[in-house]
T-cell receptor, first 112, second 118 residues
Framework: GNSVTQMEGPVTLSEEAFLTINCTYTATGYPSLFWYVQYPGEGLQLLLKATKADDKGSNKGFEATYRKETTSFHLEKGSVQVSDSAVYFC???????????FGTGTLLAVQP | DTGVSQNPRHKITKRGQNVTFRCDPISEHNRLYWYRQTLGQGPEFLTYFQNEAQLEKSRLLSDRFSAERPKGSFSTLEIQRTEQGDSAMYLCASAREVGFLGPQETQYFGPGTRLLVL
């Protein structure tokens, strides 16, 4: 069945460092891919998405490219800020109902 | 657009009691989803409504769980005879379908209801 695997955390970085959070997926068909973010004490928010191969999703300085050949959707940001500290979830939508299938989440801690 | 709301935000109950959670989706969103998130894990799909019809249920949804969406507006999730293993964050999300068999728009999540079963 469909599944998402993302790198385990926590990831601890200094402010202005480069961020990569790896995400790979297994799916039948051509799912859309998503990154959601969960800030402390808040609900899930969509960060970015890509709906087909080679699409690049971007938002707030974060980027991820839908790579069908490597079944990956890695999240990157060139210069992280303390305010980026949160849990990041990679997800895909599966089936006729478009239910989301999430990875386990990666905690990012950015230190000043 | 007031977003997806969920009530209560927190619930503490004793094992064996029944609990009910409510989700109010974004108005005009015809798709509604329930997910469960345990500590350190990503959300897991529980069930899906399109308008008032419950079209998919996960194997995670045991017979003690029931969900409804009367009139295709708000939804309730009831857990009967709660067990300690039911302790989790219960998330609701809604989305708008774009055309017949078309892609849906983004799923918007509510803040969740955190359940603790003692």
């Amino acid at each position: 069945g469909n599944s998402v695997t993302q790198m385990e955390g926590p990831v601890t970085l200094s402010e202005e460092a480069f961020l990569t959070i790896n995400c790979t997926y297994t799916a039948t068909g051509y799912p859309s891919l998503f990154w959601y973010v969960q800030y402390p004490g808040e609900g899930l928010q969509l960060l970015l998405k890509a709906t087909k191969a080679d699409d690049k999703g971007s938002n707030k300085g974060f980027e991820a490219t839908y790579r069908k050949e490597t079944t990956s959707f890695h999240l990157e940001k060139g210069s992280v800020q303390v305010s980026d500290s949160a849990v990041y979830f990679c997800a895909l939508d599966g089936g006729a109902t478009n239910k989301l299938i999430f990875g386990t989440g990666t905690l990012l801690a950015v230190q000043p | 657009d007031t977003g997806v709301s969920q009530n209560p935000r927190h619930k503490i109950t004793k094992r064996g009691q029944n609990v009910t959670f409510r989700c109010d989706p974004i108005s005009e969103h015809n798709r509604l989803y329930w997910y469960r998130q345990t500590l350190g894990q990503g959300p897991e799909f529980l069930t899906y409504f399109q308008n008032e019809a419950q079209l998919e249920k996960s194997r995670l949804l045991s017979d003690r769980f029931s969900a409804e969406r009367p009139k295709g507006s708000f939804s309730t999730l009831e857990i009967q005879r709660t067990e300690q293993g039911d302790s989790a964050m219960y998330l609701c999300a809604s989305a708008r379908e774009v055309g017949f068999l078309g892609p849906q728009e983004t799923q918007y999540f509510g803040p969740g209801t955190r359940l603790l079963v003692l």
